[in-house]
């Protein structure tokens, strides 16, 4: 059975950074695909980051040169370092794994408050 857990949500002041973890189990998270996709009230669901299993990574334009994907295939961890944080940045932020076809298996999301 696929788990994801996502951690290191919060309030954070405008300006100011978080970082979220994502740890994986019940897959071979080495092999797979991962992303970090989050859900505004009343928008629907982006994707915000993405890593290849070969550590290749793609963004949403709004928050290229601020978030950066990581993962620590030994810890089956994925990360997303989140830094000048706006309050459009605000949303449920949710860890995705390509288990299948696409982004498949989902963690059960974080929320992230940007706000002063």
């Known amino acids: 059975q696929v788990q994801l857990v996502e951690s290191g949500g919060g309030l954070v002041q405008p300006g100011g950074s978080m970082r979220l973890s994502c740890a994986a189990s019940?897959?071979?998270?080495?092999?797979?695909?991962m992303g970090w996709y989050r859900q505004a009230p009343g928008k629907q669901r982006e994707l915000v980051a993405a890593?290849?299993?070969?550590?290749?990574?793609n963004y949403a334009d709004s928050v290229k040169g601020r978030f950066t994907i990581s993962r620590d295939n030994a810890k089956n961890t994925v990360y997303l370092q989140m830094n000048s944080l706006k309050p459009e940045d605000t949303a449920v932020y949710y860890c995705?794994?390509?288990?299948?076809?696409?982004?498949?298996?989902w963690g059960q999301g974080t929320q992230v408050t940007v706000s002063s």
């Open positions: 019940g897959i071979a998270f080495s092999a797979k695909d």
């Open positions: 995705a794994a390509a288990y299948g076809i696409g982004f498949d298996r």
């Open positions: 890593i290849t299993r070969g550590g290749s990574t």
